[in-house]
Nanobody, 116 residues
Framework: QVQLVESGGGLVQPGGSLRLSCAASGFTFSTYTMTWYRQAPGKERELVACIVSSGVIRNYVDAMKGRFTISRDNAKNTLYLQMNSLNPEDSAVYYC?????????WGQGTQVTVSS
């Protein structure tokens, strides 16, 4: 019943920007901490950032601080990730994640490719 749908990825040149979205349904979105992860080919999933229900931002990975911003719109049940100053190391599939009723959920992911 829980569903997370990521969108907004694509091909961008180094130094460019993208805004990812995650549309959530099937649970009370406004009460849950939400997290962005990413996974590059051959690597394990990596934490990007998380945001608590009140909107306080927590746990940015050091490499993303100052470039990425996580936010949420509880009225729209949507999680966002604004990504600026992108570099090829940011290329990955980006996933939205939620833990609901002791079970973890994530979407299908959205591909971000940073290439010249």
């Amino acid at each position: 019943q829980v569903q997370l749908v990521e969108s907004g990825g694509g091909l961008v040149q180094p130094g460019g920007s993208l805004r990812l979205s995650c549309a959530a349904s099937g649970f009370t979105f406004s009460t849950y901490t939400m997290t962005w992860y990413r996974q590059a080919p051959g690597k394990e999933r990596e934490l990007v950032a998380c945001i608590v229900s009140s909107g306080v931002i927590r746990n940015y990975v050091d490499a993303m601080k100052g470039r990425f911003t996580i936010s949420r719109d509880n009225a729209k049940n949507t999680l966002y990730l604004q990504m600026n100053s992108l570099n090829p190391e940011d290329s990955a599939v980006y996933y939205c994640d939620a833990r609901v009723a002791l079970k973890e959920y994530w979407g299908q992911g959205t591909q971000v490719t940073v290439s010249s």
